[in-house]
C-alpha cells in the first residue's frame, strides 16, 4: 500500500487502485517538495485533482506520469482543485489555456480569485498587514530582503470554468465523489470523498506528516483555526477512508491523522497560553517563545517565510482563546494577556 515516506516525491505514478493515480509534481525551492496530482480515469478522459504551480518542470513531472498510465495533457478533460493557492491552481489555468480543459473549484474560493485577478493585487499585502499588526517588523524585512514584499509575486490566476458547491456529487466513471467544505486552510477549501471505495482526495485538509498552515489566503477570517477544527470534527465523523493527500505519502487512513492534528492544536494552545504569561505581549513576541515543527526547532532558527507562517499561526491561535474567554486583545498593535490579569505598561 503505497510508498515509503523518503519515496513519496519520486517521479511517476504510482497507482493507488484500479482507475486512480497518484503522480507527484515537484515544488522548486520549496520545502514541501512536491504537490501530489490524483488522476482519475473513465471512458471520457481523465479526471485530476488538483493541478499544481505553473512552472515549467511542474509540467514536465505531470507530463511524464501521465505517459506512465499511457495518456498525456490531452486526454485531461477536466481539473477539480481543492483550493486556490498557486501550488494547486495555476497550472490548471496555465493548461487550460493550452488545452481547453475545464477548471473546477469550490465557491468559498470566489472571493480569493476575484481579488487575485484584479490589476494590482498586493501579493502577500494582507500577510505583510497582518504582520505589522503583530508586531513582527523584523519578519517582514527578512522578507523584503528575499524580495518576497507586498506585490512582489506574479500570481497568474483566472476564474475557473464552475464554481463547486459542497454536497455536490460529480461521477467518474463507475465512482463518486462528494465535494465536502473544510475551510481553514482556507475559506474555500474542499475535499473530495469516494465513500464507496474509501477514498479521501484530502488536498491540504489533512496532511500525513506536517500540519497544514491556516487562513493563509486573501482575507483570512479571524477565527480561521475554529473553522479549520470544525472541518477536522466534520471529516471525523464519516466512515474512515485512505488518506490521499495533497503533500505527502497515501499510507494513512483519516481517523487516526485527525486525531492526531485535534491533539497536536490541543496542546499548542495550551502552550500558547502558558507562553502569554503575566504580562501583554504581541503575537510575534508569543511565538518566540515556544518551539517549532516536529524537531521542536526555535523562532530564530525558521527561514524568514517560515517564520512569517509561525507569527500568522500563533496569532490565530491566540485569537480563539480570545473567543473562548481564556485571552483578552487590544491595541492598534495588538497585545495579547491572560483573562483576568491585570497589566500595567510602563
Known amino acids: 500500500m503505497g510508498v515509503s515516506t523518503s519515496d513519496w516525491v519520486r517521479p511517476g505514478a504510482e497507482k493507488i487502485t484500479d482507475g486512480v493515480w497518484r503522480i507527484p509534481v515537484v515544488l522548486p525551492n520549496d520545502g514541501l517538495k512536491a504537490v501530489n496530482i490524483y488522476a482519475l480515469a473513465d471512458d471520457d478522459g481523465l479526471t485530476l485533482i488538483d493541478g499544481g504551480w505553473a512552472l515549467e518542470a511542474a509540467k514536465t513531472a505531470l507530463t511524464a506520469g501521465l505517459a506512465d498510465i499511457g495518456a498525456g495533457l490531452g486526454d485531461v478533460r477536466r481539473f477539480m482543485v481543492t483550493h486556490a493557492h498557486r501550488d494547486h491552481y495555476t ?136 473553522d479549520y477544527l470544525e472541518s477536522l470534527q466534520l471529516v471525523r465523523a464519516m466512515p474512515d477512508m485512505r488518506l490521499l493527500p495533497a503533500h505527502g505519502p497515501s499510507d494513512d487512513m ?9 491533539a497536536h492544536h490541543a496542546t499548542r494552545l495550551a502552550e500558547i497560553e502558558a507562553a502569554l504569561g503575566t504580562g501583554q505581549v504581541t503575537a510575534y513576541e508569543v511565538s518566540a517563545r515556544i518551539p517549532w515543527t516536529s524537531r521542536k526547532r526555535a523562532f530564530a532558527e525558521l527561514e524568514p517565510f517560515n517564520q512569517m507562517l509561525a507569527v500568522l499561526e500563533t496569532a490565530l491561535h491566540l485569537d480563539l482563546l480570545v473567543a473562548q474567554g481564556k485571552a483578552e486583545a487590544d491595541g492598534e498593535i495588538v497585545l495579547y494577556r491572560r483573562s483576568g490579569i491585570d497589566t500595567e505598561i510602563i
Open 91 to 226: 497550472a490548471a489555468i496555465a493548461i487550460r489555456r493550452e488545452f481547453g480543459t475545464r477548471v473546477l473549484l469550490g465557491a468559498g474560493e470566489r472571493h480569493a480569485i476575484e481579488a487575485k485577478i484584479k490589476p494590482g493585487h498586493p501579493g502577500l499585502g494582507t500577510q505583510f498587514a497582518l504582520l505589522s499588526q503583530h508586531g513582527a517588523e523584523p519578519v517582514m524585512a527578512a522578507l523584503i530582503a528575499l524580495g518576497l514584499g507586498p506585490g512582489a509575486l506574479d500570481l497568474g490566476y483566472e476564474a475557473p470554468d464552475e464554481w463547486i458547491s459542497s454536497g455536490q456529487i460529480f461521477g467518474v466513471g463507475d465512482r463518486e465523489l462528494k465535494a465536502i467544505a473544510t475551510p481553514g486552510h482556507t475559506h474555500g477549501h474542499l475535499v473530495f470523498a469516494d465513500h464507496d471505495n474509501g477514498l479521501l482526495f484530502a488536498g491540504d485538509h489533512v496532511l500525513p506528516h506536517i500540519t497544514p498552515s491556516i487562513g493563509f489566503e486573501v482575507d483570512p477570517p479571524k477565527l480561521a483555526l475554529r
Open 254 to 262: 483519516v481517523h487516526a491523522r485527525i486525531d492526531a492534528l485535534l
